[in-house]
């Protein structure tokens, strides 16, 4: 593998189409404002880079990126590339991995709009997120001690498992599909709606109108806070552990909470089982 370090890159496409490479303590920066650096290279690893210039790795694979920084003006950094290794790294351009397979990141610090659209089979660990449309249509995730903050996030994804992770985010895990969550929180309006054979186990949810309009939806010993309106039109077996403010119009299905303030049916379709004060 050859070694390249200390050097800084501005041209269109530097170094285009490299293959076992080593890059260390490089800099993507200058007047040339040159795209594309590394583009169809593979085999490539990058320690303790910094990245200030548009689509460094697109059609790449065997890409190993460790301790290293993407900024704000480095956007779409990561597209239709795969087996890839993230690191100790800052991800702060906007669409910073789409259409993208066989991704691991630890110990990121992601702050990206759009990030991660169309990936399959992710793997992400102990990392920080704030982004919008995170993760949209992508599917094969396992994530494990993330924290997250924005919109929109993990819409239509599909056979994926989060566990020890906390979500604060809006409209989360609409049209979700073959989902696990353990052991998490997850606050935001409007949770799940849509969704099909996703379940919440040892989870803490928090936040209005949580969970309608679902199929095959499970909730495992859940708490539930600040939870109004839940689960009208769902398909649902729940568990709660704690007093949930109101139910509205459950579909099918049996509903175990120690208290609710209000059941609400509208009309006989809604047949969901409302089991209150049971153990």
């Not at 690893?45 to 790795?57: G, I, K, S």
């Not at 169309?118 to 993330?146: C, N």
């Not at 009208?232 to 303030?261: D, Q, R, W």
Request: proline share 3%.
């Amino acid at each position: 593998m050859d070694v390249i370090a200390n050097k800084t890159f501005d041209m269109e496409r530097a170094l285009y189409e490299s293959h076992d490479i080593l890059l260390k303590n490089c800099s993507f920066d200058g007047p040339a404002d040159g795209e594309s650096a590394l583009k169809e290279s593979r085999n490539v690893q990058v320690e303790q880079c910094f990245f200030h210039l548009r689509y460094p790795f697109w059609h790449d694979s065997g890409l190993k990126i460790s301790d290293s920084e993407m900024t704000e003006l480095c956007r779409a950094a990561l597209w239709y590339s795969e087996d890839i290794e993230i690191i100790g790294t800052k991800l702060h351009g906007i669409k910073a991995l789409r259409e993208c397979s066989r991704v691991k990141l630890c110990g990121c610090d992601i702050l990206s709009p759009e990030f991660g659209w169309s990936v399959h089979e992710m793997e992400m660990k102990d990392s920080t997120v704030q982004s919008e449309y995170f993760m949209m249509r992508s599917d094969a995730l396992r994530f494990t001690g993330v924290q997250m903050k924005g919109k929109y996030s993990f819409q239509y994804i599909e056979d994926s498992v989060f566990e020890n992770c906390v979500f604060d985010t809006k409209d989360a895990f609409w049209h979700a599909k073959n989902v696990t969550v353990r052991n998490s929180v997850v606050k935001g309006e409007y949770l799940a709606w849509y969704c099909e054979n996703v379940t919440f186990e040892n989870c803490k949810i928090i936040g209005t109108q949580p969970l309608c309009y679902c199929k095959n939806l499970k909730l495992v010993d859940c708490e539930m806070l600040d939870a109004d309106l839940c689960f009208e039109k769902s398909e649902v077996e729940a568990t709660i552990t704690s007093p949930v403010v109101s139910i509205k119009n459950p579909l099918s299905g049996h509903i175990y909470v120690p208290e609710v303030g209000e059941v609400i049916r509208e009309d006989a379709r809604f047949q969901g089982n409302v089991i209150v004060g049971r153990d």
